[in-house]
């Protein structure tokens, strides 16, 4: 068909369909018909997935002085766990979905309706409930599959964006495009709801992963997933059950000795 070919499979600058798309469509009788009119159906498309709102959540620790993010399967950027609406779903909900399905983590119980942070790009609302106080061993693991790379915490002072000009890496180097707008009003809302517990000079300068996953050598579709908490499972001596376990654990009490040797020395 003249004027339909794409020389590449994957989607054009200009934004129209793959070739891939449109040979499915021939292929097809019922979606024959809409073939002539594939660009303005896919630009609709393309333009209405940019319009629906997302939401999400940003979690802080009890000091208030770290956050969660997440980094997508693909890419090396780095979020806060978020997604978009599905139909007539309310935003509290959306988020508390999303963010369980990205870490594991069900908000719901902290979330309230009236905390959050809404930013605008383009026609698209980003609206981030606020989710304070959470503990630094909480276990975070998404649910879904291939969509999260690693969950970590991260101090909120070092994703400060490196120069006014450039907004998408912060300090240490981490790409936060779609961090860094929320960053100030989050600062301004901490300021006014100051956490109840000092902050912690201990705390690591760098962000800390909690839980990350690996392309496995077995196969493209196998993953080695590490956790702090897995981590400290493996770390920890597995209990001695073997032969001779008495023999090997007794310990001479010292204390008792003397006093037994006093009691017949006085005797």
Same mark, same amino acid.
């Given at each position: 068909?003249?004027?339909?070919?794409?020389?590449?499979?994957?989607?054009?600058?200009?934004?129209?369909?793959?070739?891939?798309?449109?040979?499915?469509?021939?292929?097809?009788?019922?979606?024959?018909?809409?073939?002539?009119?594939?660009?303005?159906?896919?630009?609709?498309?393309?333009?209405?997935?940019?319009?629906?709102?997302?939401?999400?959540?940003?979690?802080?620790?009890?000091?208030?002085?770290?956050?969660?993010?997440?980094?997508?399967?693909?890419?090396?950027?780095?979020?806060?766990?978020?997604?978009?609406?599905?139909?007539?779903?309310?935003?509290?909900?959306?988020?508390?979905?999303?963010?369980?399905?990205?870490?594991?983590?069900?908000?719901?119980?902290?979330?309230?309706?009236?905390?959050?942070?809404?930013? =605008?790009?383009?026609? #698209?609302?980003?609206? &981030?409930?606020?989710? +304070?106080?959470?503990? /630094?061993?909480? @276990?975070?693991?998404?649910?879904?599959?291939?969509?999260?790379?690693?969950?970590?915490?991260?101090?909120?002072?070092?994703?400060?964006?490196?120069?006014?000009?450039?907004?998408?890496?912060?300090?240490?180097?981490?790409?936060?495009?779609?961090?860094?707008?929320?960053?100030?009003?989050?600062?301004?809302?901490?300021?006014?709801?100051?956490?109840?517990?000092?902050?912690?000079?201990?705390?690591?300068?760098?962000?800390?992963?909690?839980?990350?996953?690996?392309?496995?050598?077995?196969?493209?579709?196998?993953? =080695?997933?590490?956790? #702090?908490?897995?981590? &400290?499972?493996?770390? +920890?001596?597995?209990? /001695?059950?073997? @032969?001779?376990?008495?023999?090997?654990?007794?310990?001479?009490?010292?204390?008792?000795?003397?006093?037994?040797?006093?009691?017949?020395?006085?005797?």
């Amino acid at each position: 068909m003249s004027g339909l070919h794409r020389s590449s499979s994957a989607p054009l600058k200009n934004g129209l369909p793959p070739q891939e798309l449109l040979d499915d469509l021939c292929s097809c009788d019922v979606l024959r018909p809409y073939v002539a009119h594939i660009d303005d159906i896919f630009k609709d498309f393309t333009d209405y997935k940019v319009r629906v709102p997302v939401t999400g959540a940003i979690i802080l620790d009890e000091t208030y002085e770290r956050c969660i993010l997440v980094k997508g399967w693909k890419g090396t950027s780095w979020s806060f766990p978020r997604g978009k609406k599905n139909k007539d779903e309310e935003d509290h909900a959306c988020a508390i979905r999303e963010v369980l399905e990205e870490t594991g983590f069900d908000v719901s119980a902290l979330l309230n309706k009236d905390e959050y942070i809404e930013v =605008i790009f383009g026609q #698209q609302r980003v609206r &981030l409930y606020i989710i +304070a106080g959470v503990k /630094d061993d909480t @276990p975070f693991a998404p649910l879904t599959k291939k969509e999260i790379s690693e969950i970590a915490w991260h101090r909120i002072d070092d994703l400060q964006p490196a120069t006014n000009e450039v907004i998408s890496r912060g300090i240490t180097g981490l790409k936060l495009y779609m961090v860094a707008p929320f960053l100030a009003s989050l600062k301004s809302w901490i300021s006014k709801h100051p956490s109840p517990l000092p902050p912690r000079p201990d705390l690591p300068l760098k962000g800390v992963s909690i839980w990350k996953a690996k392309n496995s050598s077995i196969g493209s579709n196998s993953m =080695i997933v590490e956790s #702090q908490s897995n981590k &400290l499972q493996s770390d +920890a001596k597995p209990p /001695d059950t073997g @032969p001779g376990k008495s023999f090997r654990n007794f310990r001479f009490d010292t204390a008792a000795v003397l006093r037994a040797l006093e009691g017949s020395f006085s005797t």
